[in-house]
């Protein structure tokens, strides 16, 4: 049987939507028919799947995903079969793409395909990672708890970049507007300020001269200076190709004082998450350290977890594998090799993602609460230079006059 999605019209005049399972799209229609609707739209979800592929290029964003997820956590537990619950996602999704896509996993269920590998159709909307926990539930039996449990490691990750990225917004956005405030004043504001006291043959301060120099500069070079960081622009992205390029890029941030640590931190937090889920799920090792691989995001630090993987597989303990190059923090190699000790690496892995994502979020917290004033002063400071290089010759009017 396949599944058809309807649009329809009940005796009351009131309009319904909804899913339907059939043989065909005739045989939908003439169920529909028998509980009194009238159907004004039919479409198998099948062919819906195929319309996915499109779909696949954008993907669905990590909120919808974690909400998703979430969702059929819930109905699972409920006591839902996977199919059931699938069509309930499908009629609860909020846009056509998660839609299809969802569509496409539950003909492919309905054919007889393991979740796992009916997802690994979509890499796009459900990375390896996540078909890696969902197929360790699904052969240990427990797929509505490694589903809860995946769906509160996607909303903590998704909690922990957007508390990151909004820590950023409001210096970005003061050093925007303040660059955009100086510059127009000093393609606009100083020239018409300073030029009454040109004409009056008034012998300008060095400040107000150095101004009018950078104002001039500004205003014959402006154009000739957004080209040139366009074109610096264009050239990064290009060499931004290179994997050499991104791994020596990489390697620096590491050594750089402040942005080193938040870099440390947060790749290690989610390191340390997703060994932990995986281990929890009942991954072997070797596999988790695989898969966890892929949510590093910096290069140096994911080559030391394949190398740890290395180290694992020819015996090696995951404590001594990790701390073997010095790129992790100290208390993750502590926990981890506790772990390892107690038989309790999940928990202890936990622990160290908590304990370093705490540590990012405390120093992002640091650093945007100090770099917003001290932007603003020194924002303030270029904006009082500015203003007295137009007051000065007006001061020295006044002594004229006096």
Avoid at 50 to 76: D, N, P
Avoid at 183 to 202: E, K
Avoid at 245 to 252: L, Q, Y
Avoid at 330 to 356: C, F, K, N, T, W
């Amino acid at each position: 049987m396949a599944g058809f999605r309807y649009q329809a019209i009940d005796g009351a005049g009131k309009a319904l939507d909804g899913i339907i399972e059939a043989d065909n799209a005739r045989s939908a229609r003439a169920s529909l028919r028998e509980q009194g609707l009238w159907v004004s739209e039919l479409e198998e979800l099948q062919q819906a799947s195929a319309g996915a592929k499109e779909s696949r290029q954008a993907g669905v964003s990590t909120a919808e995903l974690a909400l998703i997820t979430r969702q059929f956590a819930t109905l699972l537990d409920a006591g839902l079969t996977i199919e059931r619950a699938l069509t309930v996602l499908i009629e609860q999704a909020e846009n056509q793409r998660a839609r299809h896509v969802l569509a496409g996993v539950r003909s492919e269920v309905l054919a007889g395909a393991p979740m796992s590998v009916a997802m690994a159709r979509h890499p796009k909307v459900f990375p390896e990672l996540y078909r890696t926990i969902i197929r360790a539930g699904e052969e240990s039996g427990k797929a509505a708890g490694v589903m809860a449990r995946l769906a509160d490691y996607i909303e903590a990750r998704q909690a922990l970049t957007s508390k990151v990225a909004l820590a950023f917004v409001y210096p970005i956005v003061v050093l925007s507007v303040c660059f955009i405030v100086i510059v127009g004043m000093l393609y606009w504001v100083v020239p018409t300020m300073v030029t009454a006291f040109q004409n009056a043959h008034q012998k300008l301060p060095l400040l107000t001269r150095a101004l009018l120099a950078l104002s001039g500069a500004v205003r014959e070079y402006g154009g000739l200076g957004l080209l040139l960081l366009l074109a610096i622009g264009a050239l990064v992205a290009w060499a931004w190709r290179s994997e050499a390029v991104r791994w020596w890029a990489d390697s620096v941030s590491l050594r750089l004082p402040l942005i080193g640590r938040l870099n440390r931190a947060g790749n290690t937090a989610r390191l340390a998450s997703t060994l932990s889920i995986l281990a929890g799920s009942g991954v072997p090792l070797l596999k988790a350290l695989e898969a966890a691989a892929g949510v590093v995001g910096n290069r140096v630090l994911r080559g030391a977890v394949a190398d740890a993987a290395r180290d694992v597989r020819e015996g090696a303990t995951l404590s001594n594998a990790l701390g073997r190059k010095k790129l992790f923090p100290p208390v993750l190699i502590h926990l981890v090799g506790s772990g390892e000790a107690s038989g309790r690496l999940d928990i202890m892995l936990d622990r160290a993602a908590q304990q370093q994502a705490g540590e990012l979020e405390r120093r992002v917290a640091t650093f945007t609460s100090l770099l917003g004033p001290v932007m603003v002063l020194l924002m303030g400071g270029v904006v009082l230079l500015i203003v007295l290089a137009i007051l000065l010759p007006v001061f020295d009017m006044n002594q004229l006059v006096k």
